[in-house]
């Protein structure tokens, strides 16, 4: 339903040229504004609501527009009181007086060309999958395995007495949070949480630390900032979500 209400708002959109009125564009921005893969966010600011998941508000301006009306459809809602101080109420006010202001008049646009028709559609289950699973990797347990598996070993590996990965990273665990929130400037509850995920995943796939502590730990701590340095400048612990 977030998603319906919010391509509910893009409908409408385009429908009644809303984001051609000038009063639209200075309240969102130009919606020719380029469209990229990636986009900065900045997760504590108010100037936008929050509905889908990553900000989503904060990627364009026909983005900024459909996820406000959709918090504005949201039934039950009280987005006065859920957003009250907040610059993003600017915003709703100004989309339930838009929406007032069509209300009960016909839309300019009725009839256009199909985008795409999926009875024309040449794609396989099989690969329409495997596309998604590629896109939205991160969010699968085994994302880390690889790299994982490049800084510790199996116990088949390791040597006799050996320490576990899930021990060394629960031992290091404050200075692994102190060390690379301080050096990306992450804030400390999404670096915690990305160390808890890897502790986790370590842990799961029975991994052993194999030699030198230290050089695995400096191994661990520059994975760890990578990730972080990807989230905070394209919201993805991946450099390019289509890789």
Request: positive net charge; contains cysteine; proline residues 3%.
């Given at each position: 339903?977030k998603?319906?209400?919010?391509?509910?708002?893009?409908?409408?959109?385009?429908?009644?040229?809303?984001?051609?009125?000038?009063?639209?564009?200075?309240?969102?921005?130009?919606?020719?504004?380029?469209?990229?893969?990636?986009?900065?966010?900045?997760?504590?600011?108010?100037?936008?609501?929050r509905?889908?998941?990553?900000?989503?508000?904060?990627?364009h301006?026909?983005?900024?527009?459909?996820?406000?009306?959709?918090?504005?459809?949201?039934?039950?809602?009280?987005?006065?009181?859920?957003?009250?101080?907040?610059?993003?109420?600017?915003?709703?006010?100004?989309?339930?007086?838009?929406?007032?202001?069509?209300?009960?008049?016909?839309?300019?646009?009725?009839?256009?060309?199909?985008?795409?028709?999926?009875?024309?559609s040449?794609?396989?289950?099989?690969?329409?999958?495997?596309?998604?699973?590629?896109?939205?990797?991160?969010?699968?347990?085994?994302?880390?395995?690889?790299?994982?598996?490049r800084?510790?070993?199996?116990?088949?590996?390791?040597?006799?007495g050996?320490?576990?990965?899930?021990?060394?990273?629960q031992?290091?665990?404050?200075?692994?949070?102190?060390?690379?929130?301080?050096?990306?400037?992450?804030?400390?509850?999404?670096?915690?949480?990305?160390?808890?995920?890897?502790?986790?995943?370590?842990?799961?796939?029975k991994?052993?630390?194999?030699?030198?502590?230290?050089?695995?730990?400096?191994?661990?701590?520059?994975?760890?900032?990578?990730?972080?340095?990807n989230?905070?400048?394209?919201?993805?612990?991946?450099?390019?979500?289509?890789?």
């Open positions: 339903m998603l319906l209400r919010h391509e509910a708002g893009h409908a409408l959109c385009y429908a009644y040229h809303l984001n051609r009125k000038r009063s639209w564009q200075n309240i969102f921005g130009k919606p020719n504004q380029e469209y990229g893969d990636t986009y900065k966010f900045r997760p504590y600011s108010k100037s936008y609501v509905h889908l998941d990553n900000y989503y508000a904060q990627f301006p026909d983005e900024d527009y459909a996820e406000t009306f959709a918090v504005w459809l949201t039934p039950n809602l009280d987005w006065k009181k859920s957003y009250k101080g907040w610059q993003a109420l600017d915003k709703l006010l100004y989309v339930d007086q838009l929406m007032q202001s069509i209300q009960g008049k016909k839309p300019l646009v009725s009839t256009g060309k199909p985008f795409w028709k999926a009875s024309s040449r794609l396989k289950l099989e690969s329409f999958y495997r596309k998604k699973r590629n896109l939205q990797a991160e969010q699968f347990p085994d994302f880390h395995d690889p790299n994982l598996r800084i510790f070993v199996n116990k088949e590996e390791a040597a006799k050996a320490q576990t990965a899930g021990k060394m990273i031992k290091h665990r404050r200075m692994l949070l102190n060390t690379v929130a301080q050096w990306t400037g992450e804030k400390r509850y999404t670096t915690d949480a990305l160390i808890r995920k890897i502790h986790a995943r370590c842990q799961d796939l991994l052993y630390c194999l030699g030198d502590e230290d050089k695995t730990l400096s191994q661990l701590t520059s994975y760890l900032t990578t990730l972080l340095m989230y905070r400048y394209t919201g993805w612990y991946r450099g390019d979500k289509r890789k």
